[in-house]
């Protein structure tokens, strides 16, 4: 079992930042990735980023490339979400997820679809006001 929480979400002004915080706990060796999505009422869960957790390849949704930034900090067991320039279309619900199944290659592929992940978070809002 992997456990995941969120945090650094609020209220901020178009053209603004946030980081956002994913940290994981339990069986954490197992991660082969983790990834953030979003999710707005009555819509699909998008893709937002993902990172591998051996490696550390970085994969982004069209949406958010250039933009945000995807890291991790492997010690501490924790990925960030660097979000700049943001845009009232940003506001959503944010949720990271872990991958622990394999494949564990490095094909974008295996990272951006939510059924490729197994562990999720609670979610955090983030909220983008013109």
């Known amino acids: 079992q992997v456990q995941l929480v969120e945090s650094g979400g609020g209220l901020v002004q178009a053209g603004g930042s946030l980081r956002l915080s994913c940290a994981a706990s339990g069986r954490t060796f197992s991660t082969c990735a983790v990834g953030w999505f979003r999710q707005v009422p009555g819509k699909e869960r998008e893709f937002v980023a993902a990172?591998?957790?051996?490696?550390?390849?970085?994969y982004y949704g069209d949406s958010v490339k250039g933009r945000f930034t995807i890291s991790r900090d492997n010690a501490n067991n924790t990925v960030y979400l660097q979000m700049n320039s943001l845009k009232p279309e940003d506001t959503a619900v944010y949720y990271c997820?872990?991958?622990?199944?394999?494949?564990?290659?490095?094909?974008?592929?295996?990272?951006?679809?939510?059924?490729?992940?197994?562990?999720w978070g609670q979610g955090t809002q983030v909220t983008v006001s013109i």
């Open positions: 990172v591998r957790w051996s490696g550390g390849n970085t």
């Open positions: 997820a872990a991958r622990t199944r394999l494949p564990c290659t490095s094909g974008g592929y295996y990272y951006t679809g939510r059924d490729g992940y197994d562990y």
